[in-house]
């Protein structure tokens, strides 16, 4: 049987969200760090590619890689 869900679990859930809140260093404002999965493209050696693909965290508002502590 599923979990049902309590209205302090869902308040929660949504404070954490709103804890990726960081200042970013080029703009030196407040922004947010979303997730996003970079997919790079390397040439091995006998001349095929190869994709390699990750998640990072970024900075909302200028798409570079967060360098922070986990969150």
């Known amino acids: 049987m ?3 869900q ?3 679990d ?3 859930k949504l404070a954490k969200k709103q804890e ?6 080029d703009t030196n404002k ?3 760090l979303i997730h996003v999965r970079l997919i790079e493209s390397v040439k091995t050696e ?3 590619v190869k994709f390699l ?3 990072v965290k970024v900075y909302e ?3 570079k890689p967060y360098k922070g502590e986990e969150i």
């Open 2 to 4: 599923a979990k049902v």
């Open 6 to 8: 309590s209205f302090a």
């Open 10 to 12: 869902k308040a929660a």
């Open 20 to 25: 990726m809140t960081v200042i970013c260093p």
């Open 30 to 32: 407040e922004t947010r």
């Open 46 to 48: 006998k001349g095929s």
């Open 53 to 55: 693909d990750r998640n």
């Open 61 to 63: 508002s200028t798409y």
